[in-house]
């Protein structure tokens, strides 16, 4: 175990221009996997008994100009495409994309505004301050469990002045159009791809811009989404009419919630394993035009499951009805996959700010906070925002490749791992991450005293405490 993890990290070391950075990287990667709580980088220091004068060197391996985010991120993406079993649908791989917002009090803290929770939970307010970031994972599966692996998490919104600076202009796009694009990234290193969305993510521009990608390039990738029930289509077959005027882009619409109750003879009632159990669905399945001034052919896939009506959509027009109502159903697991970078790995425990960023105003209209950022004209100002959201955005992929390695150790090795967290029956044979960052935690320091070779037991031991190196080997 110790040593595939030895191997995966060193993979990264390309990525760094500095040995002393690829180092840290190392020791946080290796610190994240095993931190008993989530009170920031001091966990770190605690866990791995490094000494606390390191603190600061930590602090400034985020802002470093040693590492790039799209270079370990596309390096990311090729160690799990190596090492992870990736779960296909015909010849595409399956990604899933959504978005997460997270509470932040920081007042000078970068990107952080006001937000609304559209969650039915009544433990989470209406309106939040904090971030509010864009993520993507690919499906892997073992015998008897499916992850969703963490790819990569960015910021998109509250930081598109910022990178005005920069003239980055793949981040002044929309927070739907981030995701395309961040989805087609992965696609790119990947594989050909479909990208899970929630219905939210069913619109024109995210139509137009996956057709911009995809003409432009080798790569496929299709989306598979959920549309409202008050969604409205049109026929593709219509006679063009005859004489002067524009030519007809569109037939008669169609308001698809009817079809369930005006066509129920055309259902089709079928088997369909949906959540690990074969259920029974019907479906109906039909082409038809989307999209205002779009006209886009979509697949739209009508369902009955459990007296619930959804109304599927697909971008491939050969896909079947079955496969996608089972892709949908996977959706959720990055939903899980949120839940553990929160609750187990702490991912969004950041709290990096910045002294030259304007003090955060709760009641500030969106014009008066766009005019603060713009008035900021000082060039080593600006630098300082652009490198702290640097460093947010690069604690979160770290914590993303911390939490896909304890993945990958779980699909790989879970049949040797004798871990008890269950109260009566154990729930699953491939070990959770929680499971897996539990028993690798209790192993480390054996692991690394029988192997004292590896390149991490010798980056580990070189940030110890001096009069603590030979405590820390005899521990085990």
């Given at each position: 175990?110790?040593?595939?993890?030895?191997?995966?990290?060193?993979?990264?070391?390309?990525?760094?221009?500095?040995n002393a950075?690829?180092?840290?990287?190392?020791?946080?990667?290796?610190?994240?996997?095993i931190?008993?709580?989530?009170?920031?980088?001091?966990?770190?220091?605690?866990?791995?008994?490094?000494?606390?004068?390191?603190?600061?060197?930590m602090i400034?391996?985020?802002?470093s100009?040693a590492?790039?985010?799209?270079t370990?991120?596309?390096?990311?993406?090729?160690?799990?495409?190596?090492?992870?079993?990736?779960?296909?649908e015909?010849d595409?791989?399956?990604l899933v994309?959504?978005?997460?917002?997270e509470?932040?009090?920081?007042?000078?803290?970068p990107?952080?505004?006001k937000?609304?929770?559209e969650?039915?939970n009544?433990?989470?307010?209406?309106?939040?301050?904090?971030h509010?970031f864009?993520?993507?994972?690919v499906l892997?599966n073992?015998?008897?469990?499916?992850?969703?692996?963490?790819?990569?998490?960015?910021?998109?919104?509250?930081?598109?002045?910022?990178?005005?600076?920069?003239?980055?202009?793949?981040?002044?796009?929309?927070?739907?159009?981030?995701?395309?694009?961040?989805?087609?990234?992965?696609?790119?290193?990947?594989?050909?791809?479909?990208?899970?969305?929630?219905?939210?993510?069913l619109?024109?521009?995210?139509?137009?811009?996956?057709?911009?990608?995809?003409?432009n390039?080798n790569?496929?990738?299709?989306i598979?989404?959920?549309?409202?029930?008050?969604?409205?289509?049109?026929s593709?077959?219509?006679?063009?009419?005859?004489?002067?005027?524009?030519?007809?882009?569109?037939?008669?619409s169609?308001?698809?919630?009817t079809?369930?109750?005006?066509d129920?003879?055309?259902?089709?009632?079928?088997k369909?394993e949906?959540?690990g159990?074969?259920e029974d669905?019907?479906?109906?399945?039909?082409?038809?035009?989307?999209?205002?001034?779009?006209?886009?052919?979509?697949?739209?896939?009508?369902?009955?499951?459990?007296?619930?009506r959804?109304?599927?959509?697909s971008?491939?027009?050969?896909?079947?009805?079955?496969?996608i109502?089972?892709l949908?159903?996977?959706r959720?697991?990055?939903e899980?996959?949120?839940?553990e970078?929160k609750?187990v790995?702490?991912?969004?425990?950041?709290q990096?700010?910045?002294k030259s960023?304007?003090k955060?105003?709760?009641y500030?209209?969106?014009?008066?906070v766009?005019?603060?950022v713009?008035?900021?004209?000082?060039?080593?100002?600006?630098?300082?925002i652009?490198n702290t959201?640097k460093?947010?955005?690069?604690?979160?992929?770290?914590?993303?490749?911390a939490?896909?390695i304890l993945?990958?150790?779980?699909?790989?090795?879970?049949?040797?791992?004798?871990?008890?967290?269950y109260?009566?029956?154990?729930?699953?044979?491939t070990?959770?991450e929680?499971?897996?960052?539990v028993?690798?935690?209790?192993?480390?320091?054996?692991?690394?005293?029988?192997?004292?070779?590896?390149?991490?037991?010798?980056?580990?031991s070189?940030?110890q405490?001096?009069?603590?190196?030979?405590?820390f080997f005899?521990?085990?």
């Amino acid at each position: 175990m110790i040593k595939l993890i030895d191997k995966i990290l060193n993979e990264f070391k390309s990525c760094f221009t500095r040995n002393a950075t690829f180092k840290w990287f190392v020791t946080i990667i290796i610190g994240l996997m095993i931190r008993t709580d989530k009170l920031g980088l001091t966990s770190v220091i605690r866990d791995l008994s490094l000494n606390p004068k390191v603190y600061e060197s930590m602090i400034h391996f985020f802002r470093s100009s040693a590492w790039n985010y799209e270079t370990i991120a596309n390096k990311w993406f090729e160690i799990v495409n190596k090492y992870a079993p990736i779960y296909k649908e015909g010849d595409y791989i399956v990604l899933v994309g959504d978005g997460v917002k997270e509470s932040k009090e920081a007042k000078k803290m970068p990107g952080v505004k006001k937000l609304h929770q559209e969650s039915e939970n009544s433990s989470k307010a209406e309106f939040i301050f904090g971030h509010m970031f864009g993520g993507i994972g690919v499906l892997a599966n073992s015998t008897s469990k499916l992850f969703c692996i963490p790819l990569m998490i960015t910021l998109h919104d509250g930081v598109k002045n910022m990178f005005r600076w920069c003239k980055d202009e793949s981040r002044q796009s929309s927070h739907i159009v981030q995701i395309i694009e961040n989805g087609f990234s992965v696609s790119k290193v990947m594989g050909n791809s479909i990208l899970l969305l929630d219905r939210y993510f069913l619109s024109v521009s995210a139509l137009e811009k996956l057709n911009e990608l995809t003409k432009n390039s080798n790569t496929i990738m299709h989306i598979v989404t959920k549309a409202k029930t008050s969604c409205v289509a049109y026929s593709p077959d219509f006679e063009q009419k005859v004489g002067r005027g524009r030519p007809r882009k569109k037939g008669d619409s169609i308001k698809l919630d009817t079809i369930f109750s005006n066509d129920e003879y055309k259902f089709t009632k079928t088997k369909v394993e949906l959540y690990g159990t074969l259920e029974d669905v019907e479906y109906h399945c039909v082409d038809l035009l989307w999209g205002q001034k779009l006209y886009q052919k979509l697949r739209f896939v009508l369902v009955k499951y459990n007296g619930k009506r959804s109304i599927l959509v697909s971008t491939d027009l050969n896909l079947s009805p079955e496969s996608i109502i089972k892709l949908y159903a996977h959706r959720f697991k990055i939903e899980c996959t949120f839940r553990e970078l929160k609750q187990v790995l702490g991912a969004f425990s950041y709290q990096f700010w910045c002294k030259s960023m304007p003090k955060l105003k709760r009641y500030a209209k969106k014009s008066e906070v766009n005019r603060q950022v713009e008035e900021i004209k000082c060039e080593k100002q600006r630098k300082r925002i652009l490198n702290t959201i640097k460093a947010i955005e690069g604690y979160v992929l770290f914590s993303c490749i911390a939490l896909g390695i304890l993945q990958i150790l779980s699909m790989k090795f879970s049949d040797s791992v004798t871990v008890v967290r269950y109260l009566r029956t154990k729930s699953n044979e491939t070990l959770s991450e929680a499971s897996m960052k539990v028993h690798f935690r209790h192993i480390i320091l054996l692991s690394l005293c029988k192997n004292k070779g590896l390149s991490i037991t010798e980056i580990i031991s070189e940030k110890q405490l001096e009069a603590e190196k030979m405590d820390f080997f005899q521990a085990s």
